[in-house]
């Protein structure tokens, strides 16, 4: 295993290691919680310790796994190009780097305005795909179309800062990279536009030329190679919006790394976490 491996490795042990301690922490609890639910009443206690644990670990693992995101785009990219505070434009603030959990954009643009999340909603509505089969235009909502939304900013600048949090930013040498990060993307019709705006005003937000966002998933639902479906291909330009699976890793990912590699990686840290034992031994005490 080389350095960088071992690096990654360490990396998701880490944060995997926390995520356990989290679940166990918590899991007794949430159990009680799920016994008083009359609509499992006639589950097994065991199926039912295992339902609490599968939405457990599928509520907290996204956050675990960002941070696995976070710490390997800076063995990449740099510790200063994937700061906490993610600050571009040299805004004046009061924030503690080591007081950030996750990354939060630091602006001077009003990103709660109802005005301009108004005009970001109708930017994003009247992009978007229309039709179907070989007449299907696909959304208007491009790398180059969404410029336009710099300018559009400029008009809620204010003397204070403001800030957003960012699923994950990092500068790769060239551009500012936002993303709006999800586990498989499998998104329904009614929550996809919320979070293409959402990441749109982030994109308004940090305010720069040389900035790209994307809608980023951590595997691809419909299976590695396949191609992927979902409700926000509708509201962003697809493929030129996205990374989705794999993609997004070989973007974060150090050189020489490729995705099979990581996705190993992954596999023998959560085997030497003993993922399974600790799963057994919740279950165990849980229905004692």
């Given amino acids: 295993m080389t350095e960088t491996e071992r690096k990654i490795k ?22 009680i919680k799920k016994r008083y639910n009359f609509l499992l009443s006639q589950l097994d206690e065991t199926i039912t310790a295992n339902m609490v644990f599968v939405s457990s670990f599928e509520s907290k693992s996204g956050y675990a796994i ?135 005003t982030i994109y308004a937000g940090l305010n720069i030329p040389n900035s790209k966002a994307y809608f980023a998933t951590l595997y691809n639902k419909n299976g590695e190679g396949n191609t992927w479906t979902g409700a926000v291909k509708k509201h962003m330009a697809y493929p030129e919006m996205f990374l989705i699976g794999k993609k997004f890793w070989e973007t974060i990912l150090p050189a020489g790394i490729t995705y099979e590699a990581f996705a190993e990686i992954y596999k023998e840290a959560l085997q030497e976490l003993d993922l399974n034992m600790h799963i057994k031994e919740m279950i165990e005490r849980a229905v004692e």
Wanted: with cysteine; aromatic share 8%.
């Fill in 10 to 31: 360490e990396i998701v042990f880490d944060e995997f290691g926390k995520l356990i301690k989290n679940i166990e922490g918590d899991f007794g609890k949430n159990y």
């Fill in 66 to 200: 960002e941070a696995c995101a976070k710490r390997i785009a800076r063995l990449r990219f740099g510790e200063e190009n994937v700061p906490n505070i993610v600050n571009p434009r040299n805004i004046e603030h009061d924030l503690k780097p080591a007081s950030i959990n996750g990354q939060v954009l630091v602006t001077d643009i009003d990103t709660d305005n109802g005005d301009l999340r108004g005009k970001i909603s109708s930017f994003r509505a009247n992009h978007v795909a229309s039709g179907k089969g070989g007449a299907r235009v696909k959304s208007g909502v491009t790398q180059e179309s969404i410029k336009d939304l710099i300018p559009l900013a400029q008009k809620y600048r204010t003397s204070h800062y403001h800030t957003k949090p960012v699923d994950l930013a990092f500068f790769d040498g060239k551009d500012w990279i936002v993303m709006e990060l999800k586990a498989g993307g499998d998104l329904d019709s009614s929550n996809a536009p919320s979070n293409v705006e959402k990441l749109l």
